[in-house]
T-cell receptor, first 111, second 116 residues
Framework: AQSVTQLDSQVPVFEEAPVELRCNYS??????LFWYVQYPNQGLQLLLK??????LVKGINGFEAEFNKSQTSFHLRKPSVHISDTAEYFC?????????FGTGTRLLVSP | DTGVSQDPRHKITKRGQNVTFRCDPI?????LYWYRQTLGQGPEFLTY????????KSRLLSDRFSAERPKGSFSTLEIQRTEQGDSAMYLC??????????????FGPGTRLTVT
């Protein structure tokens, strides 16, 4: 079985500050990890993915994440956030078929 | 580049009525997934198709729910005798889906169902 825990339901941050959104996973099979972003009343957009290779992955909009197998984590980071980054962020794990999502972290960026 | 589309975007229905949603995946994708997302939660897997074959169904998919993908292209999700607890966003996603290969899933905008 696979599961994802997103430790923070909400993260408030000021514009241009760095941010880290935490994600821990559990899986008994091969692990493939994703971060998606969801803006209000919209579907999910892929930010980045880890399938294999380098444990530091870079995605769109300046986001990056690091896969840490020993800590079973896949935390998302951005060195300087913008107001437009305000959204819900979901971490997800898969074997080869369905995605298993965490409960999400709402990032609130204020001026 | 045409993404995943879903129709309708919003549906309000009365309890006990039947509803049907449609999903059109990215044309070359042979895997299609349905998820349900309730307020404040992450999406939860309902079912998925490899071409026209329905390969997995979640326990969330009660007997009132049925999904089809008759020609391996678009898919429909029907809910019979809707209940207030069915109110949610229904998301469709597609992926290339070669066996044994992980792929990211591309999501549509969702259909928001409100049961009154």
């Amino acid at each position: 079985a696979q599961s994802v825990t997103q430790l923070d339901s909400q993260v408030p941050v000021f514009e241009e500050a760095p941010v880290e959104l935490r994600c821990n996973y559990s899986s008994s099979v091969s692990v493939y990890l994703f971060w998606y972003v969801q803006y209000p009343n919209q579907g999910l957009q892929l930010l980045l993915k880890y399938l294999s290779g380098s444990t530091l992955v870079k995605g769109i909009n300046g986001f990056e994440a690091e896969f840490n197998k020993s800590q079973t984590s896949f935390h998302l980071r951005k060195p300087s956030v913008h107001i437009s980054d305000t959204a819900e962020y979901f971490c997800a794990v898969t074997g080869f078929q369905k995605l298993v999502f965490g409960t999400g972290t709402r990032l609130l960026v204020s001026p | 580049d045409t993404g995943v589309s879903q129709d309708p975007r919003h549906k309000i229905t009365k309890r006990g009525q039947n509803v049907t949603f449609r999903c059109d995946p990215i044309s070359e994708h042979n895997r299609l997934y349905w998820y349900r997302q309730t307020l404040g939660q992450g999406p939860e897997f309902l079912t998925y198709f490899q071409n026209e074959a329905q390969l997995e169904k979640s326990r969330l998919l009660s007997d009132r729910f049925s999904a089809e993908r008759p020609k391996g292209s678009f898919s429909t999700l029907e809910i019979q005798r809707t209940e207030q607890g069915d109110s949610a966003m229904y998301l469709c996603a597609s992926s290339p889906g070669l066996a044994g290969q992980p792929y990211e899933q591309y999501f549509g905008p969702g259909t928001r169902l409100t049961v009154t």
